[in-house]
């Protein structure tokens, strides 16, 4: 992570809470935010289960350093903007939940930056990877003037389309996609904890994520997607998604056959990708990497093992680009489903925020 100036003329770092903070990727954001420049943890909420006690007792902490001493004593709060202070909130909800307590939190003027499925296509709610589509952000105004409140939801994607989308925004933008197929084999550690049970998983594949082909068909659309006029106009082109779980601890690996309106070669599909800079206002923010997405040339990568890790877990690993005897090319795309997929989203749409000014008042 790259040391900014806190933007604007503000002095202290932003006070924030990590609702969900026990979880898989409530964790990731504790790594996160540990030492950020510009955010501060002052508050981690949970259920009733972990309301009460101390951070350390109510984790059980999944990998990495442990956290700070001041993290692990903090005690762990309830999920109620009654009882948080911290303006903005980085929500790690479970599904089942989130609906409501986000919608709370939002109606009590707080900024939420949500990673649940709950509010992703709403039309009036940005879907964001900052550098696909960082102008989506347009929408937080045309959602406070249609749900009359202060604050804000804005969303980020389901772990694979995020993967996806990276690949493909530089080849939609150039060549316009007509059609794709893509079969993911997706990280256990996207289930959450304790997620799928190892008897299950070990030396096996399991052929089913429920809900996640339609919300990754759907998602990839109105992420790639175009903003005008205070709306988003979900692209158009027809997707047929499989989803896997596989014994991978995280990454998910895509394999997509893509159709084009103007047909690329493999090298110039390849040029393409390596030229893209993403969104230029996401340029310098301490956690985008240099570069958002990597080609490999390497016949046998990307790999879960070898590449997951690739700038902080931001980086999104493409490999095998090759012409596609049923569509034009195909291509396998691979990226850190809780860090890219999931937490580390999160704190890079809440940089873009700040960079532009969107955090000023909170
Ligand atoms: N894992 C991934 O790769 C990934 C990627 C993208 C998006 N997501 C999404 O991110 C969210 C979190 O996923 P996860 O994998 O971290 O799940 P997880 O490990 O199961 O964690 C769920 C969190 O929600 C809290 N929670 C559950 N019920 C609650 C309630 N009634 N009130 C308040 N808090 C409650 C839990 O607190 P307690 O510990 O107190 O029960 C825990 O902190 C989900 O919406 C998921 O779909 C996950």
Redesign the pocket.
């Known amino acids: 992570m790259t040391t900014q100036p806190i933007p604007g003329k503000r002095k202290n770092k932003w006070p924030v809470a990590v609702?969900?903070?026990?979880?898989?990727?409530?964790q990731m954001f504790v790594r996160l935010l540990a030492d950020h420049p510009w955010f501060e943890i002052v508050e981690l909420?949970?259920?009733?289960?972990?309301a009460g006690k101390k951070y350390s007792e109510?984790?059980r902490w999944l990998e990495g350093s442990p956290p700070s001493s001041t993290i692990q004593s903090r005690r762990?709060i309830a999920?109620d903007p009654g009882v948080v202070s911290a303006p903005i909130v980085f929500s790690?909800?479970?599904?089942?939940?989130?609906g409501e307590?986000e919608m709370a939190f939002a109606k009590a003027g707080k900024f939420v930056l949500s990673?649940?499925?709950n509010y992703r296509m709403e039309p009036d709610v940005p879907l964001v990877i900052p550098e696909v589509n960082g102008d989506h952000l347009g929408l937080i105004d045309c959602q406070r003037k249609r749900r009359g409140w202060s604050g804000a939801i804005v969303t980020n994607a389901?772990?694979s389309a995020t993967v996806a989308a990276v690949a493909l925004a530089p080849l939609h933008q150039k060549y316009g996609i007509r059609q794709l197929f893509l079969s993911t084999m997706q990280a256990v550690?996207?289930?959450?904890?304790p997620?799928v049970p190892s008897l299950d998983i070990l030396g096996n594949v399991i052929p089913y994520i429920a809900d996640e082909e339609p919300k990754l068909e759907r998602e990839m659309l109105k992420l790639l997607g175009t903003y005008a006029d205070g709306e988003v106009s979900s692209a158009t082109f027809k997707v047929s998604a499989h989803t896997n779980r596989v014994p991978v601890e995280h990454g998910h690996t895509i394999c997509m056959s893509i159709g084009f309106e103007e047909v690329p070669t493999p090298e110039e599909a390849i040029e393409t990708m390596r030229k893209w800079e993403g969104f230029p206002a996401t340029k310098g923010l301490p956690t985008r990497p240099e570069h958002p997405l990597v080609v490999t040339d390497q016949p046998d990568r990307p790999q879960p093992k070898r590449d997951v890790n690739a700038g902080g877990g931001m980086t999104v690993t493409v490999g095998r680009v090759r012409r596609d005897a049923i569509l034009d090319l195909r291509l396998v795309a691979m990226g850190h489903?809780?860090v890219r997929?999931?937490a580390g989203g999160s704190v890079l749409n809440a940089e873009l925020l700040a960079k532009g000014g969107s955090l000023d008042s909170a």
């Open positions: 609702l969900g903070a026990t979880g898989a990727v409530g909420a949970a259920s009733e289960r972990s109510a984790t762990v999920c790690a909800l479970d599904a089942t939940v989130a307590v990673n649940a499925k389901n772990c550690s996207g289930a959450g904890y997620g489903n809780t997929g999931a």
